[in-house]
């Protein structure tokens, strides 16, 4: 529920303190909105190498195509599986070839996509330590040998949750959580400030973004209501959505 008033929205956006926080901020001050950089997750490489041997590799995410590449490590022979348009657009970058690319952009969307071409097949996937075993599952159950490589942990900065300060005083208008991380992040951040509760009203009162379904259902999970959930899981879609609605 917005009430931004005719004022400049407070939007706070939760990316990792990189290229992309700054292009969040970016767009939300082109949208005319007031950003409100709030990063809930820090990237921890592992080290770890994707293996080479499968005849399908499933990626997830910008950051574990970019760490695999800086390795040396590429596809390979095996058909690449990207889960979103931005995830296809890191490997093309790297100078992989992405052969599917899924209708919906979630692990869900993922499975759908290979189901009927993986029996019997090895499939890498390459992703973060808090991946979905929708997922992993979903191949499995599609007759395919599943082989995960943790590419990097995920965790919450130190000093993250100045956005929990302005729900809980009531001066966040707007919260755009892009992924399931985050809304867990953002809730436990409210708890050591000893504020989750004047925080959850507070963001009862904001326009609540979800980037795409798994994110919202994980904010339902939580008590959280979501009132916009683009069409396109794209940040510059979740952005221009819960603005024009705050």
Do not use: Q
């Not at 293996?51 to 399908?56: F, I, K, N, S």
């Not at 951040?189 to 973004?209: C, K, N, P, Q, Y």
């Not at 798994?214 to 339902?220: K, M, N, S």
């Amino acid at each position: 529920m917005g009430r931004g008033g005719g004022r400049a929205v407070n939007a706070a956006v939760f990316r990792p303190d990189d290229d992309r926080i700054a292009d969040a901020v970016a767009l939300l001050d082109d949208l005319g909105a007031v950003p409100v950089p709030d990063p809930m997750l820090a990237v921890d490489p592992t080290g770890a190498i994707p293996r080479g041997d499968g005849a399908v590799v499933v990626v997830t995410s910008k950051t574990g195509v970019e760490l695999a590449a800086d390795s040396g490590w590429t596809p390979g022979g095996g058909r690449l599986a990207a889960i979103g348009p931005a995830t296809a657009d890191a490997c093309r970058e790297a100078g992989w070839t992405v052969d599917v690319v899924p209708e919906e952009y979630t692990s869900a969307g993922l499975v759908a996509a290979l189901d009927g071409d993986i029996d019997g097949a090895r499939v890498e996937v390459a992703r973060s330590d808090h991946g979905s075993a929708v997922l992993t599952d979903g191949l499995a159950e599609a007759g395919a040998y599943v082989h995960e490589t943790v590419l990097y942990a995920l965790t919450r900065p130190a000093g993250a949750g100045d956005s929990t300060e302005l729900a809980a005083a009531g001066d966040l208008d707007a919260a755009l959580f892009t992924s399931s991380l985050t809304v867990e992040h953002w809730l436990a951040a409210a708890r050591e400030r000893g504020i989750e509760s004047a925080a959850r009203e507070g963001l009862a009162d904001a326009t609540v973004g979800a980037i795409g379904p798994p994110t919202a259902e994980t904010a339902a999970d939580h008590g959280i209501s979501v009132d916009v959930v683009p069409d396109d899981a794209g940040f510059e879609a979740l952005a221009r959505a819960t603005i024009e609605d705050a």
